[in-house]
């Protein structure tokens, strides 16, 4: 006689896709069971600079639609910035131009206006007050509020689907999904940040160069996190150099903490 399976959904992977899912799942009434091969905090989720906005995902039409869906969800959490971690920041996307934004976000993004040349020396850019999510705190949060809606959270190396106990699996586990679906076409991008004091930035600034590289600098509670490159096919996990009192002036004088290089999925 077989047993009825003890969860209706088995979310594989435990960084912020993988969370954000199962609490989805488990607040609309399905038991839901996770398992995650890391603790949040070594995810490569919780070294995330973690600013709102579609980037490198396609469609991106489709890519669109599901930013504006997740706008209103961080602006919510954003009135509760020392509990979830969302806080709205302003900032500049450098490289970008008003009508590039407007066409699918000005009508959600209130106070966009172009950035003047004493502002954004380097070419065209764009104000915009966006989500900004200080990781450390937004995944414990949401691991948190998983098992408050009744899920459960084990640590534990998957290496075959087949082997989940439920009737429904959700496959969260990011770039591990190349060996674990089995899926040759999930490719790796390596990106590098550092983590400085902050010696009183208050905004954030994204920059994207003629060439495509992007660059970015973003004022997490504590400390300053600048970052962007973007290399696809890395696999390797070195820490990087500390560019940026080059790249960001304003950070020049202060001490590195940490830094910190990890691939992502393509």
Same mark, same amino acid.
């Given at each position: 006689?077989?047993t ?9 992977g435990?960084?912020?896709v ?9 607040? #609309? ?8 091969? +890391? !603790? ?24 669109h639609?599901?930013?504006?869906? &997740? ?8 009135? #509760?910035?020392?509990v979830?971690g =969302? ?11 008003? +009508? ?6 000005? *009508? ?6 172009? &950035?003047?040349?004493?502002?954004? !020396? ?11 999510? +200080? ?17 459960? =959270? ?10 989940a ?22 490719r !790796? ?8 004091e902050?010696p009183?930035?208050r ?21 300053? =996190? ?6 696809? +096919?890395?696999? &390797?996990?070195p ?10 002036? *304003?950070?020049?004088?202060? *001490?590195?903490s ?7 999925? #393509?």
């Amino acid at each position: 006689m077989e047993t009825e399976p003890v969860f209706d959904v088995r979310v594989v992977g435990g960084g912020v896709v993988g969370l954000t899912t199962a609490v989805v799942l488990a607040e #609309r009434g399905a038991r839901v069971g996770l398992w995650t091969r +890391d !603790p949040v905090e070594r995810t490569t989720s919780a070294v995330a600079g973690a600013l709102w906005w579609p980037y490198r995902i396609e469609p991106v039409a489709s890519a669109h639609v599901w930013a504006l869906r &997740s706008l209103d969800v961080y602006e919510k959490l954003a009135a #509760r910035p020392e509990v979830t971690g =969302v806080r709205m920041v302003e900032g500049v996307l450098g490289g970008t131009t008003l +009508d590039e934004v407007g066409a699918w976000a000005a *009508a959600r993004l209130p106070g966009l206006r172009v &950035s003047s040349a004493e502002e954004h !020396p380097s070419g065209p850019g764009v104000w915009a007050r966006l989500p900004l999510v +200080d990781m450390s705190a937004h995944l414990p949060w949401l691991r948190e509020r998983f098992v408050a809606a009744g899920g459960v =959270v084990e640590e534990r190396v998957v290496t075959d689907l087949a082997r989940a106990d439920a009737p429904v699996v959700v496959n969260c586990s990011g770039l591990g999904a190349r060996d674990l679906v089995p899926d040759p076409a999930v490719r !790796p991008v390596r990106g590098q940040l550092v983590v400085v004091e902050n010696p009183g930035i208050r905004t954030w600034a994204v920059s994207t160069g003629a060439d495509g590289t992007t660059a970015y600098v973003l004022p997490q509670p504590g400390r300053l =996190v600048p970052g962007g490159t973007a290399q696809e +096919d890395d696999w &390797s996990r070195p820490a990087p150099a500390c560019t940026a009192p080059a790249t960001w002036p *304003a950070a020049a004088p202060t *001490a590195l903490s940490s830094s910190w290089a990890a691939p992502t999925t #393509r």
